[in-house]
């Protein structure tokens, strides 16, 4: 699925590190899923989380339930959606939201028909909608939930993933404490927990195990005006 931040483009090289010492039994778990990529791509215990509502509404229905979303939305069904979503079920909102927008944006302008540049014709939400048959075969057996990171019940000797809002973008529109969340990270390493987090940057207690340079829609490293050139990261605490 199309999310802004997703690393979908770095699984083949992230997921060898993150499972390299993985236990039959063990569990898998993502605080922020978002738009699956990652945990698609695992075996297993798999828990996928996401504070968002509406998003996680629509995986359950897609998954678990095998909803099959409307094959076109028009603009005005969109424009509609969006400004009364009470009024709709919310795995359909957040169909509409993510997946007949542009660039997996939750509402961030609508996608639908256009002409190219070589006069054939792309549809967006077409795509969007192929990607997901295709995803979703592989979210089979997850386990869904809609809950704060710091709230989520994580089974013991967990291998965590987190993808959270990195520092100093405008990624997401709802604020996010960093140091909360290294707090939490290193609460769940003591616990026996092994966590891994993407982010440009980590506090020094965190060692880099992995990192590319990678195009990206943020401020290049969380610096305001900066390249499009990034450095993705992951972290480990090394206490």
Request: charged share 30%; proline share 4%.
């Given at each position: 699925?199309?999310?802004?931040?997703?690393?979908a483009?770095?699984?083949?090289?992230?997921?060898?590190i993150?499972?390299?010492?993985?236990?039959?039994?063990?569990?898998?778990?993502?605080?922020?899923?978002?738009?699956m990529?990652?945990?698609?791509?695992?075996?297993g215990?798999r828990?996928?989380?996401?504070?968002?509502?509406?998003?996680?509404?629509?995986?359950?229905?897609?998954?678990?339930?095998?909803w099959?979303?409307?094959?076109?939305?028009?603009?005005?069904?969109?424009?509609?959606?969006?400004?009364?979503?009470?009024?709709?079920?919310?795995?359909?909102?957040?169909?509409?939201g993510?997946?007949?927008?542009?660039?997996?944006?939750?509402?961030?302008?609508?996608?639908?028909?256009v002409?190219?540049?070589?006069?054939?014709?792309?549809?967006?939400?077409?795509?969007?909608?192929?990607?997901?048959?295709?995803?979703?075969?592989?979210?089979?057996?997850?386990?869904?939930?809609?809950?704060?990171?710091?709230?989520?019940?994580?089974?013991?000797?967990?291998?965590?993933?987190?993808?959270?809002?990195?520092?100093?973008?405008t990624?997401?529109?709802?604020?996010?404490?960093?140091?909360?969340?290294?707090?939490?990270?290193?609460?769940?390493?003591?616990?026996?927990?092994?966590?891994?987090?993407?982010?440009?940057?980590?506090?020094?207690?965190?060692?880099?195990?992995?990192?590319?340079e990678?195009?990206?829609?943020?401020?290049?490293?969380?610096?305001?005006?900066?390249?499009?050139?990034?450095?993705?990261?992951?972290?480990?605490?090394?206490?």
């Amino acid at each position: 699925m199309k999310y802004m931040g997703s690393k979908a483009r770095f699984t083949k090289e992230i997921l060898p590190i993150i499972l390299k010492d993985r236990l039959p039994e063990q569990t898998y778990v993502e605080p922020f899923a978002g738009g699956m990529n990652m945990i698609a791509e695992v075996d297993g215990k798999r828990i996928a989380n996401d504070i968002h509502t509406e998003l996680i509404e629509m995986w359950e229905a897609l998954v678990c339930d095998d909803w099959i979303p409307n094959t076109f939305i028009e603009r005005e069904h969109y424009n509609s959606i969006r400004a009364n979503k009470k009024d709709y079920e919310p795995w359909l909102v957040g169909w509409v939201g993510f997946n007949c927008s542009y660039s997996g944006k939750y509402f961030g302008g609508y996608a639908g028909k256009v002409k190219t540049k070589i006069g054939t014709e792309r549809n967006y939400q077409a795509e969007a909608r192929k990607n997901i048959d295709k995803q979703k075969q592989k979210l089979k057996g997850v386990v869904f939930t809609n809950k704060k990171y710091t709230e989520l019940e994580i089974p013991t000797n967990s291998i965590i993933y987190c993808d959270p809002p990195y520092q100093n973008t405008t990624k997401y529109n709802t604020e996010f404490n960093h140091n909360i969340f290294w707090d939490w990270c290193r609460e769940k390493s003591k616990q026996g927990h092994k966590v891994y987090v993407s982010e440009y940057n980590a506090p020094d207690d965190f060692d880099c195990v992995w990192e590319k340079e990678a195009k990206s829609s943020l401020s290049a490293n969380g610096v305001i005006g900066g390249s499009k050139i990034s450095l993705e990261r992951l972290f480990v605490y090394g206490g």
